[in-house]
């Protein structure tokens, strides 16, 4: 069978399809469900994003951090010292 046949066909076939009222029905009601689903989830993505960010803006009164917030708990390697000429030293 030749392939232009093949496709007339498929071709008519999904043209018969859409057009049945039962296929139509369902198909648009299975795109509001998966659009309503979708739309949950996109509400409580911005609602985590929300309260992340009050979270972070919450402490930004405490930003930037003093040195001596930045350097606690740190090795005291990994701290460097301001020499009076300016240099760093560890």
């Given at each position: 069978?030749?392939?232009?046949?093949i496709?007339?066909?498929?071709?008519d076939?999904?043209?018969?399809w859409?057009?049945?009222?039962a296929?139509?029905k369902?198909?648009?009601?299975?795109?509001?469900?998966?659009?309503e689903?979708?739309?949950e989830?996109?509400?409580?993505?911005?609602?985590?994003v929300r309260e992340?960010?009050r979270?972070i803006?919450?402490?930004?009164?405490d930003?930037?951090p003093?040195?001596?917030?930045?350097?606690?708990?740190?090795p005291?390697s990994m701290i460097?010292?301001e020499t009076?000429s300016?240099?760093?030293?560890?």
């Amino acid at each position: 069978m030749p392939a232009g046949e093949i496709e007339r066909f498929v071709v008519d076939q999904i043209a018969h399809w859409s057009r049945a009222p039962a296929i139509v029905k369902e198909t648009l009601a299975q795109a509001r469900r998966l659009t309503e689903e979708q739309t949950e989830r996109l509400e409580l993505d911005r609602e985590d994003v929300r309260e992340r960010l009050r979270q972070i803006t919450s402490n930004w009164a405490d930003w930037p951090p003093s040195r001596d917030q930045a350097t606690r708990g740190l090795p005291t390697s990994m701290i460097g010292f301001e020499t009076p000429s300016g240099g760093l030293r560890q």
